[in-house]
């Protein structure tokens, strides 16, 4: 696992195509050039991180740091994260989880959280074993 850097930007954005897919969503070109610009900003507290297998890009992540007021430290949002599908359950997604959680410790954060579908089980088995389901619902206006 390492971070992302510019000479990964096709295949980077190649992942990043599909895990919009996953979703069923797509975005603005503008939109996916602005999130690798800030992927790679060190003036901006948005990271990315790639996992790797034979020189190939197979997993992406992205966090982002931020206050809260709960803590006098910085929490971490895991906002994005994706394996690609020749490697699922190959432990790609442990290690990405597991490298955010190593940078958040690093970065003196107080928590590390994230959000997925309801319906998305496969990811949610890998999930329980590696972290704690809340009770919150989130809301959500789009604006």
Not at 1 to 11: A, F, K, Q, R, V
Not at 48 to 55: I, K, P, S, V
Not at 82 to 96: D, H, I, K, N
Not at 111 to 118: A, G, K, L, N, S
Request: with cysteine.
């Amino acid at each position: 696992m390492t971070p992302l850097s510019n000479t990964d930007y096709d295949s980077w954005l190649d992942l990043w195509q599909r895990y919009l897919t996953f979703y069923e969503t797509s975005l603005p070109m503008s939109t996916t050039d602005a999130t690798w610009r800030n992927l790679l900003d060190s003036n901006v507290a948005i990271y990315g991180f790639g996992a790797w297998q034979d020189g190939t890009l197979v997993g992406i992540t992205h966090v982002v740091l931020h206050p809260n007021t709960w803590d006098t430290t910085e929490c971490c949002y895991l906002e994005d994260l994706y394996v690609s599908e020749s490697v699922r359950g190959q432990g790609v997604g442990r290690a990405l989880i597991e490298q955010v959680y190593d940078f958040a410790r690093q970065k003196n954060c107080n928590r590390v959280y994230w959000t997925t579908q309801e319906g998305n089980t496969t990811a949610r088995t890998l999930y329980d074993t590696i972290a704690t389901q809340t009770d919150m619902v989130q809301y959500r206006k789009n604006l």
